[in-house]
């Protein structure tokens, strides 16, 4: 049996089970997976995993179930959902798409990897996704899961990223008019339940007798990496202003690092320590600031130190928001906010 056959088989047998998905061979029966429901879940699986991912799917769906209900939502009360998922970019790119298509497309997604990759904020990899699980299109679909997978069935030598080209070419060339779509997800759910990062499952693998690394004894030695350069590390101060059971924040600029999220007031990031003086400098308001500990988050290009600062006081320009409202915010503030609010109880 072919490589191809013997993965789809396995896909019919095995699929995941997604709130987004529609069942194996659905295509050929007429059932059509909702290309909202496909482009929303591919936006925000991209840099977390579906566990992370699900309820934010379904609360969104809730929310908003059509493109031309995401379209009509304030910019305040999506960024304030999509908090937690990260790479607040793309919360902001959700919404320009979610515009375009209902104001362009008369709320329908375009059905081929061209159209959609004209939409606003939709990458290569969104637009093939798409017009592949939504359409049945003949797209090549690559992720990190797609790469893995064809880095192991041809062992290829060469690190990533550098080959990412030819493992997107070994990829295209298994890619057919017979179930496009059901091809694209059977080789996502291989990566991600078989063929995993560290300890893969090559006992389970339908398609082991055809996988090269495999016959190398090492078949977790691939992809190859390049050694990662190691990430600099910032220092900021993060200022926790209190009014009673209020809590002072801000709105980032809508452009840049969490750009248009709500936060705590923040001094600049650097890369030297901030000295007591200038971290009462840069705060939002004169109060009598105290120290209450730090807090560490990681970005995907910079390590960082909040240094936190809390006082009781008023300040001007600022939102302030009861203490249980917090859960909104981004990450990294929501850790600062936390250990703010608790190290001086």
Sequence with gaps: MSLRAQLLAWYDANARDLAWRVGPGAHAAGVRADPYRVWLSEVMLQQTTVPHATPYFLKFIARWPTVGDLAAAPDEEVMAAWAGLGYYARARNLLAC????????????????????????????????????????????VDGNVERVMSRLFAVEQPLPDAKPELKRLA???????????????????????????????????????????????????????????????????????????????????????????????????????????????????????????VEHGFTHFTLTLRLLRAEGEADGVIWSPRGDLEALPSVFLKAARAGLTNLL
């Excluded at 798409?130 to 797209?139: E, L, N, Q, Y």
């Excluded at 779509?181 to 990062?197: E, H, S």
């Excluded at 495999?214 to 990430?231: C, D, I, L, N, V």
């Design 172 to 294: 295209a060339a298994l890619v057919a008019e017979d179930r496009p779509g059901d091809w694209a997800q059977a080789l996502m759910d291989l990566g991600a339940t078989i063929c995993r990062p560290k300890a893969p499952l090559c006992d389970r693998c339908p398609v082991a007798d055809h996988c090269a690394a495999f016959t190398t004894g090492t078949p977790a030695a691939y992809p190859r990496k390049t050694a990662k350069a190691e990430r600099p590390h910032r220092h900021g101060v993060a200022y926790v202003l209190t009014r009673g059971d209020q809590v002072a924040l801000v709105r980032r600029p809508p452009k840049g690092l969490l750009g248009g999220m709500l936060a705590l007031p923040t001094s600049d990031w650097r890369a030297e320590r901030w000295s007591d003086a200038e971290a009462v400098a840069a705060a939002p308001a004169e109060a009598e600031w105290r120290g209450v500990g730090e």
């Design 98 to 141: 979610a515009r375009a298509v209902a104001a362009e497309h008369g709320g329908v997604f375009p059905d081929t990897e061209d159209g959609l990759r004209r939409l606003p904020g939709l990458g290569p990899y969104t637009a093939a996704a798409v017009a592949a699980i939504a359409f049945d299109r003949p797209t090549n679909v």
